[in-house]
């Protein structure tokens, strides 16, 4: 089970935190996080290896967003920079080969 949080409202060139606690074997699976904004499919915005040593990124928000993870803490981690009013979407971590894993999601919205 995946759980996420932190979202909210931001004004554009804002910063937002958002976490993923998750159950289970979390330290077993590379995880990703993905975001859908209104009327559009799933898009994918990072993604981390089990051990935390290996990220990647969406061109859009790659040099704005840094991806981590605590394995103690079965936690999943999305910092987020500089954020654009396109940037607004729910926000949902899920395993990286499993996207149907994700939680709940987080409503992120970046208005001013």
């Known amino acids: 089970q995946l759980v996420e949080s932190g979202g909210g409202l931001v004004q554009p060139g804002g910063s937002l935190r958002l976490f993923c606690v998750a159950s289970g074997s979390f330290r077993n699976y590379a995880m990703s996080w993905v975001r859908q904004a209104p009327g559009k499919g799933l898009e994918w915005v990072s993604s981390i290896d089990n051990s935390g040593g290996s990220t990647s990124y969406a061109d859009s928000v790659k040099g704005r967003f840094t991806i981590s993870r605590d394995n103690a803490r079965n936690t999943l981690y999305l910092q987020m920079n500089s954020l654009k009013p396109e940037d607004t979407a729910v926000y949902y971590c899920?395993?990286?080969?499993?996207?149907?894993?994700r939680g709940q999601g987080t409503q992120v919205t970046v208005s001013s």
């Open positions: 899920a395993q990286q080969m499993n996207w149907s894993s």
